[in-house]
């Protein structure tokens, strides 16, 4: 999903928080871009990250950096619950 996107939704729907999730190597870049994309547009909502191509290093060392706001890494969906 392109951040223009997932920024018009925010917009429309007022999240407590964003979820985002790569299956894929590229996936994970693009969510580089996308949190960056999203702090941007001045939305400072929780992300919570996950997906079979991410791991918390690459959380924390490029995902978190280009937000700026608490991006959370999930390894699963139930994970990410608790």
């Known amino acids: 999903m392109p951040p ?3 920024i018009r939704a925010y917009q429309e729907h ?3 928080a964003i979820g ?3 299956l894929l190597v590229k996936s994970t870049q693009q969510m580089v871009v996308t949190a960056g994309d999203l702090k941007t547009a001045g939305i400072g909502v929780p992300l919570l990250v996950g997906g079979a191509a991410l791991s918390d290093k690459f959380t924390r060392t490029k995902i978190a950096p280009a937000y700026g ?9 139930m994970t ?3």
């Open 20 to 22: 985002l999730s790569g």
């Open 14 to 16: 007022k999240p407590d």
């Open 69 to 77: 706001e608490a991006v959370v890494y999930a390894k699963d969906a």
């Open 4 to 6: 223009d996107v997932l």
């Open 80 to 82: 990410g619950l608790a």
